[in-house]
């Protein structure tokens, strides 16, 4: 049974500092991994997808990475801003069961 | 604007009432979900659709039911059998269906409250 871990739980860094947030899965028979934001209250956005042939994936200050064989993915911000500030989450799509497993998420919060 | 609607935002009942929440997507997507998100948990999986007329239980579909007779439309019903029905509900969807659905999209959520 796929389980995925987020690692830290909670983060708080000052303004500036580039950072990054773990995820960790236990079967490799992923199709892809994507990251998502959530604000407090609100639905879950979609920052980046790296499928499973793809090692990684930009999109502005955000790179994601992904290595299949470890069962490991990071995300990394540069230059945090406190605009960052919200709860990331992972979630993995495994080969045979249709739906995406998530993380609980790490909570950021980025310091003026 | 493409997108995925929920609705009500917030949604207050009273116990032994079902109540339904409303999720309409105009991506064109094949496959539609409903995940559970309660403090300190992951989203967790009740139902979800690939296709019209077609739906799988997730992994807590106890206390709920769901329909997908229209492509765009999902709805969750949460009725009297459900235990423990406080918390976030978000719809998602994806374009997919079957193996390997791509990218994941969720509407805003809707906030249940049992009195």
């Known amino acids: 049974k796929q389980e995925v871990t987020q690692i830290p739980a909670a983060l708080s860094v000052p303004e500036g500092e580039n950072l990054v947030l773990n995820c960790s899965f236990t079967?490799?028979?992923?199709?892809?991994l994507q990251w998502f934001r959530q604000d407090p209250g609100k639905g879950l956005t979609s920052l980046l997808l790296?499928?499973?042939?793809?090692r990684e994936q930009t999109s502005g200050r955000l790179n994601a990475s992904l290595d299949k064989s470890s069962g490991r993915s990071t995300l990394y911000i540069a230059a945090s801003q406190p605009g960052d500030s919200a709860t990331y989450l992972c979630?993995?799509?495994?080969?045979?069961?249709?739906?995406?497993?998530f993380g609980t998420g790490t909570r950021l919060k980025v310091l003026a | 604007d493409g997108g995925i609607t929920q609705s009500p935002k917030y949604l207050f009942r009273k116990e032994g009432q079902n109540v339904t929440l409303s999720c309409e997507q105009n991506?064109?997507?094949?496959?539609m979900y409903w995940y559970r998100q309660d403090p300190g948990q992951g989203l967790r999986l009740i139902y979800y659709?690939?296709?019209?007329?077609?739906?799988q239980k997730g992994d807590i579909a106890e206390g709920y039911s769901v329909s997908r007779e229209k492509k765009e439309s999902f709805p969750l019903t949460v009725t009297s059998a459900q235990k423990n029905p406080t918390a976030f509900y978000l719809c998602?969807?994806?374009?997919?269906?079957?193996?390997?659905?791509?990218?994941?999209?969720f509407g805003e959520g809707s906030r249940l409250t049992v009195l």
């Open positions: 790296i499928q499973s042939s793809q």
């Open positions: 998602a969807s994806s374009i997919d269906r079957g193996m390997n659905t791509g990218e994941l999209f």
């Open positions: 979630a993995v799509f495994t080969s045979g069961t249709y739906k995406y497993i």
């Open positions: 991506l064109n997507h094949d496959a």
């Open positions: 079967d490799s028979a992923i199709y892809n």
């Open positions: 659709s690939q296709i019209v007329n077609d739906f």
